[in-house]
């Protein structure tokens, strides 16, 4: 496979020995500065760039992670600064490279108007992956960290802390996604330096704007945007905090701010030694001051070697002093322009501007005067908790159905749809029959005639070009739906079971009678490649009583088209989005009530359309990251309180009212991007598809 370098590109593999990039049109790459190839995409910074896996030719194929920033800054002078900085950070990074625990900076170039960085690829698992693997109880009984291996993490990483910030440095994004243990060796290596600052520059984000994973980063982050040595080792201890409890403190950070702290020995399943105890304490402290200043400090209270300086190297903490003396950054210099860039070296890369913080982390006062809202958003929200975690296979899993009894999960694995069981987590089937990847999977909720009789069907759709109907009951496949001359990447069913709608890069939208395979007809009018669709019945305008059934589909023209279902006709065009249209959702139809369609684009924003008027209802923004999925809650059609679930490439979903554009709650997928949803029809489970080639049950909290 070869990859496309387009960091906008919703899908850049490509098969070997293509030119031109089947999904966006851009011109590919084989190597990059005749080196490096790129095999695919690890994450997506939003826009920016993305982290690609690759091989390094001149050494034997050894795997390398390519960071790339792709700037989009208005003027020239942006774009030098952002490659001044970028070379600065290069240098900076290569010394911190010289530590055994820290990847390697490999290289640092520019090309096709694009910046990378080449970084040593740390082979292993991190942690956490490592402790999913253990609560699932592969190979051995579930359990959590026991005591003697969090005192070694804590030994294994607070010298590569002191390390770091002898030389000026702060990661700012310490957690268990950030921290590997290498296979050959079993130490721990730090990684993904993105959000890490030089205390010594003059250059910092603006104030108020967090850097860091809410709930692993301490409150002078959240709050005043600035980081210390002593809000590094806030995030290694609540980083153990997890591993040792199997509480994510994200998620305590979401519905009680920082006051899970003060009694962090409450998660506790059983009492743990008193020095890593007390050691713990003081790596937890909401208080700056009374936290530890050092990462010798913590070694040695922990460990009866003192952790020996360097010759020559001398250590000092932050001093919070108006007389100016601390060599560290002050409040003062966290001022900086609007269109300068921050280079943050090896991991996410941030636009510096004033941005808001999302619904959940609203309000730029102190978190703890958030909380109280926090509560009160919490006593009238919907409350999912993740109930179990299925291994997908090896692959991401990019779309996840639900059948209507809420048993059955449906999910692609590379070129098969494989069948789960949502209360064992056990695989049911496999089902057999495309050549190539499977985008997108629907199950119908209605029993349609098939050759077999009455029964539950899904469908699956293909770079193959095909479509495919299967038996849900037994897993046969019924037939082969072709037509298409490029990939299908969206699906939808009518609500009354018979009529598939499927959305193409031919840059079409077809329409085909289930029960027969047989193409009703053939809609055309969007410019480029169509990658969502969504269907829903409902009375338009006072005037007319009669139900009839709309269409939308989105694509990578940044447009909505809304169709009549029966004729074919254009109803609406919705323009508003900067970039693609990577999902839809729409509402039931309920006369007497203005039907809405919910889109969410690669832009990251979310906008609710009302479909009687097209006009735009209400934009929303929360995601940090490309909105991948959305699903509207099918049990609450006749109530005033409809919700819907957002996925993205920031790793969370999100809850919303449809009604008010009000954030219910925040669900963090712990792991890599959420690519697809599903709502169950009682409203009770949500599923999500990652990346991480997981797929998560979550179940409303009663």
């Known amino acids: 496979m070869i990859c496309c370098l387009n960091p906008d590109c919703p899908n850049p593999l490509n098969s070997d020995g293509t030119k031109i990039c089947e999904t966006c049109g851009t011109p590919l790459v084989k190597f990059l500065r005749n080196r490096f190839r790129v095999i695919r995409v690890l994450s997506d910074e939003g826009g920016f760039g993305r982290t690609y896996l690759a091989e390094d030719v001149d050494k034997l194929k050894e795997l390398c992670v390519i960071k790339q920033l792709a700037p989009k800054l208005p003027g020239s002078w942006a774009l030098k600064k952002a490659m001044e900085l970028f070379q600065k950070e290069a240098t900076r990074l290569q010394q911190l490279g010289e530590h055994s625990q820290i990847?390697?900076?490999?290289?640092?170039?520019?090309?096709?108007?694009?910046?990378?960085?080449?970084?040593q690829f740390i082979d292993g698992q991190n942690l956490s992956k490592e402790l999913q693997f253990r609560r699932r109880g592969i190979g051995?009984?579930?359990?959590?960290?026991?005591?003697?291996e969090i005192k070694q993490i804590l030994l294994d990483l607070l010298p590569v802390l002191k390390y770091i910030h002898q030389r000026g440095v702060v990661h700012r994004d310490i957690k268990p996604q950030n921290i590997i243990r290498r296979k050959k060796d079993r130490r721990l290596a730090l990684i993904d330096f993105g959000s890490s600052k030089q205390l010594t520059a003059r250059v910092q984000i603006k104030a108020g704007t967090s850097i860091g994973s809410h709930g692993y980063c301490p409150i002078e982050q959240i709050r005043d945007g600035v980081a210390f040595p002593a809000s590094d080792l806030f995030s290694l201890g609540a980083t153990c905090f997890h591993l040792l409890t199997g509480t994510s403190p994200f998620k305590l950070w979401t519905e009680n701010g920082y006051n899970w702290v003060n009694d962090w020995r409450q998660y506790l399943s059983h009492p743990i030694d008193e020095q890593l105890a007390l050691v713990m304490e003081k790596l937890l402290k909401k208080d700056i001051k009374q936290r530890y200043q050092s990462a010798e400090q913590a070694f040695n209270d922990l460990s009866s070697k003192p952790l020996d300086s360097p010759a020559n190297e001398s250590y000092e903490a932050p001093i919070f002093s108006p007389s100016g003396s601390n060599k560290y950054l002050k409040p003062q210099y966290l001022f900086f322009p609007l269109t300068a860039i921050a280079i943050l070296g090896l991991g996410q890369f941030w636009y510096l501007q004033a941005q808001k913080f999302t619904t959940e982390f609203s309000s730029s006062v102190a978190v703890d005067n958030q909380t109280s809202k926090i509560n009160q958003n919490k006593q009238r929200s919907q409350k999912f908790s993740l109930a179990n975690t299925i291994s997908g296979g090896l692959n991401s899993i990019l779309s996840v159905a639900i059948g209507p009894d809420s048993?059955?999960?449906a999910s692609n694995s590379n070129q098969t749809i494989k069948l789960w069981d949502t209360q064992t987590g056990r695989e049911i089937t496999t089902l057999k029959g495309h050549k190539s990847?499977?985008?997108?999977?629907?199950?119908?909720?209605?029993?349609?005639?098939?050759?077999?009789?009455?029964?539950?069907?899904?469908?699956?759709?293909?770079?193959?070009?095909?479509?495919?109907?299967?038996?849900?009951?037994?897993?046969?496949?019924?037939?082969?739906?072709?037509g298409h001359s490029d990939s299908v990447h969206a699906l939808a069913i009518s609500p009354d079971g018979k009529i598939?709608?499927?959305?193409?890069?031919?840059?079409?939208?077809?329409?085909?009678?289930?029960e027969t395979g047989k193409e009703i007809r053939t809609i055309t009018g969007h410019s480029s490649w169509v990658r969502s669709v969504a269907i829903s019945q409902f009375s338009i305008g006072s005037e007319n009583d009669n139900d009839i059934n709309i269409l939308a589909s989105g694509s990578t023209d940044k447009t909505i088209k809304v169709w009549n279902l029966s004729t074919g006709k254009l109803i609406h065009t919705l323009k508003g989005h900067t970039q693609s249209v990577t999902s839809l959702a729409m509402s039931p139809g309920v006369k007497g009530r203005s039907p809405?369609?919910?889109?969410?684009?690669?832009?990251?924003?979310i906008k609710i359309w009302d479909l009687s008027t097209g006009e735009l209802v209400r934009n929303l923004e929360g995601h940090t990251q490309s909105i991948t999925s959305l699903a509207i809650n099918p049990a609450n059609k006749l109530s005033n309180n409809k919700t819907f679930a957002s996925g993205s490439t920031d790793r969370t979903i999100k809850i919303w009212n449809i009604s008010t554009g009000e954030l219910i709650s925040t669900?963090?997928?712990?792991?890599?991007?959420?690519?697809?949803?599903?709502?169950?029809?009682?409203g009770e489970t949500i599923v999500s598809g990652s990346e991480d080639k997981t797929i998560k049950i979550w179940r409303l909290s009663h």
């Open 667 to 682: 669900l963090s997928n712990d792991g890599e991007a959420v690519s697809s949803l599903a709502y169950s029809w009682d």
């Open 437 to 482: 990847r499977v985008n997108a999977i629907v199950i119908n909720p209605v029993r349609v005639s098939t050759p077999q009789g009455f029964g539950k069907i899904i469908a699956s759709s293909s770079e193959d070009k095909t479509i495919k109907i299967w038996n849900l009951e037994t897993g046969s496949k019924i037939r082969t739906i072709t």
């Open 500 to 514: 598939l709608a499927s959305g193409s890069n031919d840059k079409t939208v077809r329409l085909w009678n289930l």
């Open 103 to 119: 990847p390697t900076l490999l290289a640092y170039f520019e090309q096709d108007n694009y910046l990378y960085l080449v970084q």
């Open 407 to 409: 048993r059955i999960v």
């Open 596 to 605: 809405v369609l919910i889109s969410g684009s690669a832009d990251r924003s």
């Open 140 to 148: 051995k009984q579930a359990r959590l960290y026991a005591e003697s």
